[in-house]
C-alpha cells in the first residue's frame, strides 16, 4: 500500500480594499464557518487514506456571496470520506441545488461561488474546478497550472482569438463563463477536469482565489515556492502578504499542500 505524508495550511483575507470577505477554503473538513470572521487560517497534517481540499470565492454581496462560498464547503464536508472521482457529480449537483435555493429565498437576489478543488488518494491527485479559482502545481522550481479558468478570455484563448499572455490584461479575464449558483434551465455546470499527477516527495499544490493571481505574477509565486527550508505556515503568510503588497484589491484565499 502507498501511503504519502501531507502538510497541509490555509489562509482566507479579506484584502485592503474590500469589508468583508466572500471568500472561504476547505482542508480535510475545516472551513470558515462563520462568516463575520473576515481572516482566518488553518492548519492540517493527519496522516489520511485520502486528501480533499478546495478553495470558493464568493460573489453577491451583502453576506451573500459568503453564503453562497460557505455552501459549497460545508457541502463538500459530506463528501469527505468519499472517493470525489466518483462523487464530484453528485456534490456539485447538490452545492449549486442549495446555493439557488437562496437565490430563491432572496427574491432572486444573485449569489454565487467560484470553486477550485483538489483530491489526492495514495500518490496521485486530480483537480476539478468551476469559475476561475485556480490550482496550482510547483514541481523542481516550476509553476503549472492544472485548472482551466472559465472565463470569457479564456474561451477566446481556446478559440485562438487571444494568447495567455493577452488574457491576463484582456478586459474579459474576470467574466465567469461558469460558477456554482446556476439554475439547470440556464446552464448545464460542467467542471474542468485536470490529468491526473503522480506525486513525490517535495512536491507542492496551491488553491488559491484570484485574489492572489491578479495580484501576483506566476514567476513571483514560484519563487515565494522556491524558498528553501521555510515551513507551511509561513509559505501560506508569504504568498498572502505579496497579494498585500501588490496592491490587495480583493479577498484572498490560499491553500498549500505539501507532500513531505
Known sequence: MIIIKVESAAITHVGLVRNNNEDNYYINGKYKSDNSVTTEGSFDNKNRDSY???????????AHGELASLIAVSTLSKYQ????????????????????????????????TTLALL???K?????????????????????YQLSEDHTEAQRLVNMGVLTEEEADSHK?????TQ???????????????SEKVKL???????????GLTDMVSADDIANILSIR??????????????AETHGGKDNITVVVVKIT
Open 81 to 112: 470520506e468519499t472517493d470525489i472521482q466518483y462523487t464530484i457529480t453528485d456534490y456539485i449537483q447538490e452545492a449549486n441545488d442549495h446555493i439557488c435555493d437562496e437565490i430563491e429565498k432572496n427574491a432572486g437576489k444573485r449569489c454565487g
Open 123 to 143: 500518490n496521485m491527485a486530480i483537480s476539478y474546478n468551476i469559475g476561475d479559482s485556480r490550482v496550482l502545481f510547483f514541481r523542481d522550481g516550476d509553476l
Open 52 to 62: 480533499l481540499y478546495a478553495v470558493c470565492d464568493g460573489m453577491g454581496g451583502e
Open 119 to 121: 483530491y489526492i488518494r
Open 229 to 242: 527550508d521555510i515551513d507551511i505556515i509561513s509559505l501560506v503568510k508569504r504568498l498572502t502578504e505579496a
Open 200 to 210: 513525490r516527495k517535495n512536491d507542492i499544490l496551491l488553491l488559491c482565489s484570484d
Open 179 to 193: 460558477h456554482l449558483g446556476i439554475f439547470p434551465e440556464e446552464l448545464a455546470i460542467k467542471p474542468y477536469i
Open 172 to 176: 474579459s479575464r474576470n467574466k465567469l
